[in-house]
């Protein structure tokens, strides 16, 4: 199994401003995920974090609103820019391991005011 | 169509009920998840599957490829239980494809 740490667990933050959300493996991971989950909707995934190489984002997410790091195997972050209220979400990172399954973090619950 | 549907999209229940969530898909696909999401957000992976059955604690999870369905069962239902249940698809390399989860609500 892998535990994923993720961080803030949650945020309120104003209109305009930047949130940086972390995620950090305790195991190494070629690919790792970034998902939202809009209130009562399923997850959507935004973009897939390969280390050492650009992202690579889903239909209707740009690299300048979600800009995505992965350093290395084992960390990623994902920021949420110049928010408005409609970016209110759970947002949650995922990483696949060979044969135990997919495994998530603990979620960033945010409000944008 | 959906790749995936799952039934019922919410299900309220006593304590000590035994307990089943369906899920069916209309794709290939070489896995599917079953996972757990509480009120917080996080989520755990209960059970990854390709073929059978698999048994955790009160937990049982089943797959049927042919038919392309799949279950999940809780045993002797307790309110910490109470939680939404996600069905999620992965097809070869690809990434997860989810269900719409199903809410469930254990009352004492």
């Known amino acids: 199994s892998a535990v994923i740490s993720q961080k803030p667990s949650r945020d309120i933050c104003q209109r305009g401003t930047s949130l940086t959300i972390q995620c950090q493996v305790d195991s190494q991971v070629t690919m790792m995920f970034w998902y939202r989950q809009q209130p009562g909707q399923s997850l959507t995934l935004i973009a897939t974090?390969?280390?050492?190489?650009?992202?690579?984002?889903e239909s209707g997410f740009v690299i300048d609103k979600f800009p995505i790091s992965r350093p290395n195997l084992t960390f990623s972050t994902l920021t949420v820019s110049n928010m408005s209220p409609e970016d209110s979400s759970i947002y949650l990172c995922?990483?696949?391991?060979?044969?135990?399954?997919?495994?998530f973090g603990q979620g960033t619950r945010l409000t944008v005011v | 169509k959906n790749e995936v549907e799952q039934s019922p999209q919410n299900l309220t229940a006593q304590e000590g009920e035994f307990i089943t969530i369906n899920c069916s898909y209309s794709v290939g696909i070489s896995a599917l998840h079953w996972l757990q999401q509480h009120p917080g957000g996080g989520i755990v992976s209960l059970f990854m599957?390709?073929?059978g059955k698999k048994k955790h604690g009160r937990l049982i999870a089943t797959i049927n490829i042919q038919e392309k369905h799949s279950s999940l069962h809780i045993t002797a239902s307790h309110p910490r239980d109470s939680a939404v249940y996600i069905c999620a698809l992965r097809q070869g390399a690809q990434k997860l494809v989810f269900g719409q989860g199903t809410r469930l609500t254990i009352n004492p």
């Open positions: 995922s990483a696949d391991l060979a044969g135990a399954g997919a495994f």
């Open positions: 599957l390709s073929s």
């Open positions: 974090a390969n280390q050492g190489s650009e992202a690579t984002y």
